[in-house]
């Protein structure tokens, strides 16, 4: 079988099976684990936005999608030539993929038609349920039901801790920095599990610009700046786009020292096996005295501008 994943997460997920073999094609994002870089890459970016500013891709991004167009390119030819048996996309967002309808028009052009494995979450249980969907269309069931459990039972532990904390901090979860955007989807609940109250996060909804002035009111103890699609060197290097806000430095989460970049690649924006790492991560920077981080040394940083 032949596989096709158009997702950085369905990726991971892959590898996470076994299936590393069958994966012939992937995105130019698809950087985990290291071996990915490898396989020929068939999706790759339209716009070139690297030496973009966040308000520059933010805009862009939105002009493209008003305009109807995509923000990414599939090689055709790369991809008849692979003759995929099975491609892994989404429906969700199209800032992260191929658009519903760029790749019915796609499958047009292919010499045969291959199975089309759409995942589209929304919250933790969807994550698990994509899981056990590859594993359906690739014959790896028995491997991901257990592998399944074994995440399960990582959450549920974090879970048991937290429903006993009395006091759970205010946390604002930047998904994107300038402007602010707050966390989407499953980051919300992420947060919960971990033992935070985010007023401001869309749970199971696509994440959106919020006001300054909403966070400013909100009074956030905890700031966790997260831009999604950035790795944690990128976050550092626009971690100081938050001093451009009236009365950041009044934020109770600045006064004391409780500001957070993250690897939101790694732990948060991918909805992979890794947002359980994300849930672990959060519990830490939450409650430091009750949950240890356990993972890599470069997946968050403490800010200070003092």
Known sequence: ????????????????????????????????????????????????????????????????????????AVDEQQLKALAPDLILTQDLCQVCAPSGNEVSRLLKHLP??????WLTPTCLADIFKNMAQIAS????????????????????????KTDTLKHLPRVFFMEWLSPPYCGGHWVGEMIEIAGGLDPLAKKGADSVRVPWESVVAAAPEILILSPCGLDLEKTLAQASL?????????????????????????????????????IELLAHLLHPDIFAWQGTTDAFRVLDWE
């Open 1 to 72: 079988m032949n596989i096709v994943s158009f997702l950085p997460s369905a990726t991971e997920m892959l590898y996470a099976l076994g299936l590393d073999k069958q994966l012939v094609g992937v995105t130019h994002e698809c950087d985990y684990p290291e071996a990915a870089k490898d396989k020929t890459v068939v999706v790759k970016n339209a716009i070139d936005m690297q030496n973009f500013t966040q308000a520059e891709i933010d805009q862009c991004v939105s002009d493209t999608v008003k305009a109807g167009k995509s923000l990414y």
């Open 112 to 117: 045969k038609a291959p199975e089309i494995v």
């Open 242 to 278: 938050l001093t451009e806000y009236h009365g950041w430095e009044k934020l109770p989460a600045v006064q004391n020292g409780r500001v957070y970049a993250v690897d939101a690649n790694s732990y948060f924006a991918r909805p992979g096996p890794r947002v359980v790492d994300g």
């Open 137 to 160: 269309a690739t014959g790896t069931e028995t491997r991901a039901a257990a592998q399944i459990r074994v995440l399960q039972d990582r959450v549920e532990a974090v879970k048991k």
